[in-house]
């Protein structure tokens, strides 16, 4: 049976694990000072405008400023009388000083600003509202066949003010028609409710703030595929009906239950070593081979090793199962540390063509479920396999460490 877990008897941290038997396969873990600020909606201005770079760069509040691209601005920002057949010039559309609602694209990282949007998403339990984008919309890439047929349907029947775009998500799969207007109409009134906290006073300054880690569990995760949710904690429990019966989802209610068990909820179902492993910088296999991550500024480079796997048997059947295995744990790896950007994977080397597409497919299969976008590549004849994955949010090891400033985590 698949289980949500809600471990939050530590004031230090709020973790929410996902696990299929005692198989851990997500995790979200949020402590004070590293909430999260991807999809955090402010109201900014204008500092500087470049040219060079077809950007502007935004004071939202934050000490470093955003960095917001010109084809993240959307038209209602540009002059009433602009009127341009060609690429637009970022110095006729925008000017400094000028007001904007933005949302957090991308969160600061090392020396880098958070990118910046200004088309806003308003991410509910069976829809994302796009309000200022009626280019985008759709349904979710992963409904198919005639789930997709009967949600088209009953999009076209939703009531959507003009000038907005709308998605459906999975979780809206077998959702009646009136479930989807009253998931949207909820969003209309946060988009109204946004506006008029924009209106209200001069930037910089934050309008919305992202949901807590257990709401946005409940509302990214919940699936019919969830047996149960567990709690330690009775004061989030009654939180965890609230935001249930907030996001419309009754039911879900019954299966929020009360974890009272001697034995702390997170080591009854044997996953504490696997969010060890998570932090670790080898993970080892079955086989007893292993997989050593190591991510730079640049990239994520994940490097596969057989050790004690290569003791006797055929060496090339050996490569193969191993990278098997590894392509399995990576998959499961990236999403709980929740690595994004580049990812290069030196597999073991492998002869025949055949095994090299058997591990690549074996891949794509094993992040099917990965909420994040990615994209994989074939090994290159130097055994290196390129993906990259959405980043949803800052790593595991970004959120829950800092960097010493003294020695810059070298120890020395």
Same mark, same amino acid.
């Given at each position: ?209 992202? !949901?807590?880690?257990?709401?946005? +569990? ?26 249930? +019966? ?133 090994? !290159? ?26 020695? !810059?985590?070298?120890?020395?």
């Amino acid at each position: 049976m698949k289980r949500m877990l809600i471990n939050a008897t530590q004031q230090e941290e709020l973790r929410v694990a996902l696990v299929d038997g005692q198989r851990l396969y997500d995790l979200d873990i949020e402590s004070p000072g590293h909430e999260q600020k991807k999809a955090n909606i402010y109201k900014g201005k204008i500092t500087r405008i470049e040219p060079s770079l077809e950007a502007a760069f935004v004071d939202y509040g934050a000490e470093r400023h955003g960095f917001l691209p010109l084809k993240e601005i959307a038209r209602e920002y540009f002059p009433a009388n602009y009127n341009s057949h060609g690429r637009p010039n970022i110095k006729d559309v925008l000017r400094e000083g000028q007001e904007v609602i933005v949302q957090i694209d991308k969160e600061e990282r090392g020396n880098k600003g958070a990118a910046l949007t200004t088309f806003i998403s308003l991410a509910g339990s069976y829809l994302v509202l796009m309000p200022n984008n009626p280019r985008a919309g759709g349904i979710s890439r992963r409904i198919e066949g005639d789930d997709r047929t009967e949600l088209k349907e009953a999009l076209a029947s939703l009531e959507l003010p003009d000038g907005m775009g709308l998605i459906v998500r999975t979780a809206g799969v077998g959702k009646s028609a009136e479930a989807l207007q009253w998931d949207l109409s909820f969003r209309l009134k946060h988009w109204e409710a946004i506006q008029k906290a924009a209106d209200s006073r001069p930037a910089p300054f934050l309008i919305h703030q992202e !949901s807590n880690v257990i709401v946005r +569990a409940f509302r990214d995760y919940l699936r019919q595929d969830i047996g149960e949710i567990l709690i330690d904690n009775p004061k989030v429990l009654e939180l965890a009906r609230q935001h249930i +019966a907030a996001l419309g989802r009754p039911d879900f209610s019954s299966k929020i239950k009360l974890y009272t068990g001697e034995i702390p909820l997170f080591s009854h179902y044997q996953i504490e070593s696997q969010i060890e492993s998570a932090f670790q910088r080898e993970v080892r296999l079955p086989s007893g081979g292993s997989i050593v991550i190591d991510s730079t500024e640049a990239l994520t480079a994940i490097d596969i090793n057989s050790a004690r796997a290569t003791r006797g048997g055929d060496i090339e059947e050996t490569a193969f199962n191993t990278n098997l295995e590894a392509a399995d744990e990576i998959a499961r790896q990236l999403r709980l540390r929740d690595l994004g950007g580049l990812i290069v994977i030196d597999f073991i080397d492998m002869t025949p063509v055949r095994h090299q597409r058997a591990v690549e497919n074996r891949l794509r299969e094993a992040v099917r479920q990965d909420r994040a976008r990615i994209q994989i590549s074939h090994i !290159s004849r130097f055994g290196l396999l390129e993906m990259s994955r959405q980043r949803l949010s800052p790593s595991l090891g970004e959120s829950s460490h800092h960097v010493c400033p003294r020695c !810059s985590g070298t120890g020395t």
